[in-house]
């Protein structure tokens, strides 16, 4: 059996969030909305999830979400 390990770490900058929500809606396995600012639920996230929280990234209003 194979195990593909590969993860990426998503980060939200809170000085920026406006807590729109979008990311939450585009990937709620991912992110999540804590106080009105968005909170990153799964680090590192698993490669199944990559795909949606890299479009939640994008879609970000303020450019609040980054990943290394
Ligand atoms: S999409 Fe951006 S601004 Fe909106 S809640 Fe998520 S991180 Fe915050």
């Known amino acids: 059996m194979k195990f593909n390990w590969a993860s990426i770490k998503f980060k939200v900058d809170i000085e920026l969030c ?5 990311c939450e809606a585009k990937c709620p396995e991912v992110f999540e909305l804590v106080d009105n600012k968005s909170q990153v ?7 199944e999830f990559q795909e949606g929280a890299l479009e939640a990234e994008d879609n970000c209003p303020v450019q609040a979400i980054s990943h290394e």
């Open 18 to 22: 406006i807590g729109c929500g979008a």
């Open 41 to 47: 639920k799964l680090d590192p996230v698993p490669e």
